[in-house]
């Protein structure tokens, strides 16, 4: 197996990116596997993906979101009154 420089991987990746050739140009080119490119063009597409900024939830989603979240709060706080009741009564 061969290991390949972190320059060489970008470099091959801006090639497939940037020239119009295909994968399977390059790679033949640069006398390795497809697989290998391909791989290594997945992987910057999903590291592209992740830095772009998110889009702003909307105010109904924004609303649906705090719902949900007030609901599972007062969900725990009466778990937690239930929990203390019972403390207490255990103390007496």
Excluded: C, H
């Excluded at 295909?22 to 497809?34: I, K």
């Excluded at 706080?77 to 403390?87: P, Q, S, T």
């Amino acid at each position: 197996m061969t290991k390949y420089s972190e320059e060489f991987r970008d470099e091959s990746v801006r090639l497939v990116l940037e020239s119009g050739k295909t994968v399977a140009e390059v790679a033949r080119d640069l006398g390795m596997s497809v697989w290998t490119l391909r791989g290594w063009i997945q992987k910057r597409r999903e590291v592209d993906r992740a830095s772009l900024p998110r889009r702003p939830e909307t105010l109904e989603e924004e609303n649906r979101r705090l719902r949900r979240e007030n609901a599972v709060l007062r969900q725990e706080r009466e778990i937690l009154k239930k929990a203390a009741a019972y403390f207490a009564k255990e103390q007496l």
